[in-house]
């Protein structure tokens, strides 16, 4: 005999026959239309709506820009959705985990962080709908399971074209470029197919750290160019401008003082120190040296007198990487390093009216080819930075795994079609389970062709018609549905491929919370009972 609470379980339960029924009319166009009705059993459903609603306007090649305004009153103006998502203070636990995800996504691949929002939300939602017409967690978990199988296991055969080893990956690659680069995408999508062809090693292997990427104001981005070495934004202060042969560097910042005080104080003695300090940069070998910061007038004339090559840096960041690459400190006070960074030399390069800095190396793991950007704004450099980011990454990734899928929404409307047919011949809950995560995949092109401004009912129709027919390099182009192949608008399997594991893995973990505690680290005394000295607790509903 079955216990009371057994029964009252199966009771709760719909039937195999009766779910379908409750599922009717299921959300195919309007997944929200029941939000308003009942509370969401889902506890992170709201803070996943409210993240993926960001990010939503910013995907495929028709994304809007967000203007992001940083604690520090800095202003940056960005499409790039990993970029949005850092720039985010987030409270809810449940966004900081679809975060993570998504960053930990473009960390492993260079793309795809608007995928694994936008995906996860539409699970979650179709997860929603099939929780509320009462099927169980467990039956959901392991259907969405047998889902993501179907998935994987048929991606690579929808891989129908594959970059050559001898091949000139251009063509691959401007799908990538143009989704982050709002203009002159064929010039660019040039350079950055050459920069990594010509930074491959003798041995065919490819290394996206022997690739820099350097900003430089004025002209436009066609005056962009690929210089020899690692280029940076700069310029040469004193007589010496060029040091070619045995170059050892010294990388420096100078801290900036809070008062004129604070600045007389460090200049009291410092003339008769100041020789003593250049002097021992000679001692060790030094004969080039970077600067983060001004340059003292005082100390660039000592330096001429010892002939030492004085580099002003523009870029920080460019001061760190450069740390990075000859693996020697950056400094704050004007003493040697222990160990001076090397290179074979180091020269002044003009680029149209600008100047820039160019280290030049021997050994195989350092920067070849930089790959100079120009521009007339630092927003428009930025984004052209993010999509030559993006290019090389992406050709990195085909060098691991040459298999192309088509872009443009064509891939995951296929796979749509794939769950629908078998999730419509399935008895039991997998089978309304398979048509929910084929209606989550249908967001990737609705949400392309809104963004597109196109009538999204329209396009849709006539990709569903044509995938029914079996083909499936229809996508969704600027103007309306478009052949992907014809167009040339790939995605590379193996970023596709590692975007679906990390949606499978946050929507299953999302799928089993409850409810979310968070317990206060510093109990305040609004939040403590002075009588049982017991501490609340925040709970996100």
């Known amino acids: 005999l ?9 009771k709760r339960v719909p039937s195999v026959q009766e779910l379908p029924k409750r599922l009717w009319p299921g959300p195919e166009e309007n997944p929200r239309s029941s939000r308003g009705r009942q509370q969401p059993l889902l506890k992170s459903m709201t803070a996943v709506q409210t993240l993926a609603s960001i990010i939503r306007s910013c995907y495929g090649p028709h994304g809007r820009q967000k203007l992001l305004v940083a604690a520090n009153g800095e202003t940056v103006c960005t499409g790039h959705a990993a970029a949005i998502l850092r720039a985010l203070q ?27 929002v936008l995906l996860t939300e539409a699970l979650l939602e179709q997860a929603e709908h099939l929780l509320q017409a009462g099927l169980p967690h467990t ?77 430089l ?81 005082k100390a660039l004339i000592l330096a001429d007198k010892h002939g030492i090559m004085v580099i002003e840096a523009q870029s920080r960041k460019e001061m760190v990487y450069l740390s990075e690459v000859l693996g020697i400190p950056l400094l704050s006070y004007l003493l040697p390093p222990r160990e001076p960074g090397k290179c074979k030399k180091v020269y002044k390069q003009e680029v149209g009216d600008s100047n820039a800095v160019v280290f030049e190396w021997e050994h195989a793991d350092a920067p070849v080819l930089t790959l100079v950007l120009r521009g007339p704004t630092t927003e428009g450099l930025r984004g052209a930075q993010q999509a030559v980011y ?22 995951e409307m296929a796979l749509a079609r794939m769950l629908s047919d078998k999730g419509s011949k399935m008895e039991g809950p997998n089978g309304p389970a398979f048509l929910a995560f084929a209606r989550a995949l249908r967001c990737c092109p609705k949400i392309l062709a809104e963004n597109a401004g196109l009538v999204v009912s329209r396009v849709m129709a006539q990709m569903n018609g044509i995938h029914q027919t079996g083909n499936f390099v229809i996508g969704v182009g600027a103007e309306g549905i478009i052949n992907v192949a014809q167009e040339g608008v790939w995605d590379t399997l193996m970023t596709k491929a590692q ?14 919370v409850d409810e979310i505690v ?16 017991t501490q609340y607790k925040v709970v996100y509903v």
């Open 139 to 215: 039956q959901l978990q392991e259907a969405y399971g047998m889902a993501m199988a179907e998935v994987l296991t048929t991606l690579p055969a929808l891989a129908i074209r594959s970059l050559g080893p001898l091949e000139d990956p251009s063509w691959a690659l401007h799908s990538v470029v143009n989704t982050h680069s709002l203009f002159h995408t064929n010039h660019l999508t040039k350079l950055v197919a050459h920069v990594c062809w010509a930074s491959k090693g003798p041995d065919g292997s490819f290394k996206p750290e022997r690739i820099g990427v350097c900003l």
């Open 2 to 10: 079955a216990s009371p609470r057994s029964q009252a379980m199966q």
């Open 518 to 533: 968070v317990a206060r680290k510093t109990p305040s005394p609004a939040s403590v009972d002075m009588h049982t000295h």
């Open 390 to 411: 993006q290019g090389i990454d992406a050709y990195f990734q085909l060098c691991q795994d040459p298999r192309l899928l088509p872009g443009a929404g064509a891939t």
């Open 90 to 116: 987030l409270e809810h636990p449940a966004a900081q985990f679809v975060r993570e995800a998504a960053q930990t996504q473009v960390e492993n691949s260079g793309d795809g962080t608007a995928f694994v």
């Open 499 to 512: 975007g679906f594991r990390a949606v499978a893995e946050v929507v299953m973990q999302l799928m089993t």
């Open 217 to 297: 104001r004025g002209g436009t981005l066609e005056d962009s160019c690929i210089l020899p070495g690692l280029a940076m934004s700069g310029k040469t202060c004193g007589q010496m401008t060029e040091v070619l042969t045995g170059a050892r560097v010294a990388l420096f910042h100078f801290a900036r003082f809070s008062s004129p005080t604070d600045l007389a104080n460090f200049r009291k003695g410092s003339d008769e120190a100041l020789e003593r300090q250049v002097a021992q940069l000679t001692t060790a070998g030094i004969n080039v040296v970077a600067v983060w910061g001004k340059v003292d007038i």
